[in-house]
């Protein structure tokens, strides 16, 4: 065949608009082992041309994953001997066909290394009775006199008044505190709300110094509706994002069961899950101490993180995954070497379903991003490839 011809079935193939024909003259060529290197070519030309305007990576980022998507599907033929197999060589090539135009269409890409022999080809085994839509802006205000107010089912606007700020909900995913007066006089009674997301839900929270809030999904902030005194401090449960107003004479302190993180103005994410076993602090942008209940700390630069297990010991990783550990608060699933376990955590907090495992958690380590907009179904088709089957009854997931 010639490249004129295999480029022109292969944009085809891409824009899911090919013939039957054309489909079987493809996959015919693709079998042909060494048409290999013209194959990666022909995935780069079209990456390539592809509108930038459509990707949701650019430059650099963007070619390492298309690198990986390639390369790990190609790596994880070849551990299993794959490539001596025709019917299963071109099972992974289109494979990694499909996970680049994933990545095209819906920004989402995915690869599996296997860490067992016996790892499955991508055979999919997903059922689902019905679909399971994806989280969305829900979250309950709790104010200083117990009232409860639903965020996700109250009209935008003022909503109450809580000592020194003005409670408004400014659009659906969003409450802001405004302070009514600059200066509050020291020593005056200073009320407390909680804001909790539930499970499937998340939201967003600026608090009376201008500081911003993204809480993830089962979470919860208690903050006080004006900062007196010396310092500005709330505590939290579950996943939260911070962007902290700078105020040097104020530090800003999150308070979780087992350590404070101290800022002046920063960026940085805290993740402290109950099931994740350690708690994490990821700086993105300035810089925070980490000080845990017995008195250990650590300070943080940019791009570190800091982890904090049951028995408050403090691991400090200096070059930390920033973007994976921020990519809930940017509406992505990020999987940077993931066992199965991590994956269905975050899919089971986010989607509030029950995961279960029909053989055990299966074994091997995922990388992949898909946007946390779409309904399970496709989180799952993605998880697919690296054959791992899925059923779905109601709000029961079940891996297979």
Same mark, same amino acid.
């Given at each position: 065949?010639?490249?004129?011809?295999?480029?022109?079935?292969?944009?085809?193939?891409?824009?899911?608009?090919?013939?039957?024909?054309?489909?079987?003259?493809?996959?015919?060529? $693709?079998? =042909?082992?060494?048409?290999?290197?013209?194959?990666?070519?022909?995935?780069?030309?079209?990456?390539?041309?592809?509108?930038?305007? #459509?990707?949701?990576?650019?430059?650099?980022?963007?070619?390492?994953?298309?690198?990986?998507?390639?390369?790990?599907?190609?790596?994880?033929? /070849?551990?299993?001997?794959?490539?001596?197999?025709?019917?299963?060589?071109?099972?992974?090539?289109?494979?990694?066909?499909?996970? &680049?135009?994933?990545?095209?269409?819906?920004?989402?890409?995915?690869?599996?290394?296997?860490?067992?022999? !016996?790892?499955?080809?991508?055979?999919?085994?997903?059922?689902?009775?019905?679909?399971?839509?994806?989280?969305?802006?829900?979250?309950?205000?709790?104010?200083?006199?117990?009232?409860?107010?639903?965020? /996700?089912?109250?009209?935008?606007?003022?909503?109450?008044?809580?000592?020194?700020?003005? &409670?408004?909900?400014?659009?659906?995913?969003?409450?802001?505190?405004?302070?009514? /007066?600059?200066?509050?006089?020291?020593?005056?009674?200073?009320?407390?709300?909680?804001?909790?997301?539930?499970? !499937? !839900?998340?939201?967003?929270?600026?608090?009376?110094?201008?500081? =911003?809030?993204?809480?993830?999904?089962?979470?919860? $902030?208690?903050?006080?509706?004006?900062?007196?005194?010396?310092?500005? =401090?709330?505590?939290?449960?579950?996943?939260?994002?911070?962007?902290?107003?700078?105020?040097?004479?104020?530090?800003?302190?999150?308070?979780?069961?087992?350590?404070?993180?101290?800022?002046?103005?920063?960026?940085?994410?805290?993740?402290?899950?109950?099931?994740?076993?350690?708690?994490?602090?990821?700086?993105?942008?300035?810089?925070?101490?980490?000080?845990?209940?017995?008195?250990?700390?650590?300070?943080?630069?940019?791009? #570190?993180?800091?982890? &904090?297990?049951?028995?408050?010991?403090?691991?400090?990783? #200096?070059?930390?995954?920033? #973007?994976?550990?921020?990519?809930?608060?940017?509406?992505?699933?990020?999987?940077?070497? /993931?066992?199965?376990?991590? $994956?269905?955590?975050?899919?089971?907090?986010?989607?509030?379903?029950? &995961?279960?495992? =029909?053989?055990?958690?299966?074994?091997?380590?995922?990388? !992949?991003?898909?946007?946390?907009?779409?309904?399970?179904?496709?989180?799952?088709?993605?998880?697919?490839?690296?054959?791992?089957?899925?059923?779905?009854?109601?709000?029961?997931?079940?891996?297979?």
């Amino acid at each position: 065949m010639e490249n004129t011809r295999a480029e022109y079935l292969f944009k085809r193939y891409f824009n899911q608009t090919e013939t039957a024909e054309e489909r079987d003259e493809l996959m015919e060529w $693709i079998d =042909k082992e060494e048409n290999e290197q013209k194959i990666k070519a022909l995935m780069h030309k079209v990456w390539n041309e592809f509108r930038e305007s #459509e990707k949701i990576f650019t430059g650099k980022k963007s070619e390492e994953i298309l690198h990986h998507v390639l390369e790990g599907h190609l790596k994880a033929a /070849d551990s299993q001997k794959l490539m001596r197999m025709r019917r299963h060589r071109v099972v992974w090539l289109r494979a990694a066909a499909a996970a &680049v135009l994933a990545l095209l269409l819906t920004g989402g890409y995915f690869w599996h290394t296997a860490t067992s022999p !016996g790892t499955k080809t991508a055979v999919s085994h997903l059922q689902m009775k019905n679909d399971v839509a994806p989280g969305g802006n829900k979250a309950t205000l709790t104010l200083a006199n117990g009232k409860t107010i639903i965020l /996700d089912s109250v009209r935008s606007g003022q909503l109450a008044n809580q000592g020194n700020s003005k &409670v408004v909900k400014v659009n659906n995913g969003q409450l802001e505190y405004e302070a009514q /007066d600059s200066k509050v006089k020291e020593g005056s009674r200073v009320s407390f709300n909680t804001l909790t997301t539930p499970r !499937g !839900g998340e939201y967003q929270l600026l608090l009376p110094d201008g500081s =911003k809030v993204w809480l993830n999904a089962s979470s919860s $902030i208690r903050f006080p509706t004006a900062f007196t005194g010396g310092e500005r =401090k709330v505590g939290i449960t579950g996943e939260a994002y911070f962007e902290i107003a700078r105020n040097p004479e104020k530090p800003f302190i999150v308070q979780t069961n087992r350590m404070n993180v101290t800022v002046l103005g920063t960026h940085f994410n805290v993740n402290t899950y109950q099931d994740e076993g350690a708690m994490k602090v990821t700086l993105v942008d300035g810089k925070v101490k980490v000080t845990t209940d017995d008195g250990r700390g650590a300070i943080l630069k940019p791009g #570190e993180q800091a982890q &904090v297990n049951g028995t408050a010991q403090i691991k400090l990783v #200096e070059n930390a995954d920033v #973007e994976e550990s921020v990519a809930w608060k940017n509406g992505l699933f990020q999987f940077d070497g /993931d066992d199965m376990g991590m $994956i269905m955590r975050k899919v089971s907090r986010w989607y509030d379903v029950k &995961v279960s495992y =029909k053989n055990g958690i299966p074994p091997g380590h995922f990388t !992949g991003v898909i946007s946390r907009n779409t309904d399970l179904s496709e989180v799952l088709k993605m998880l697919e490839l690296s054959g791992v089957g899925f059923n779905v009854e109601g709000k029961n997931l079940i891996v297979l």
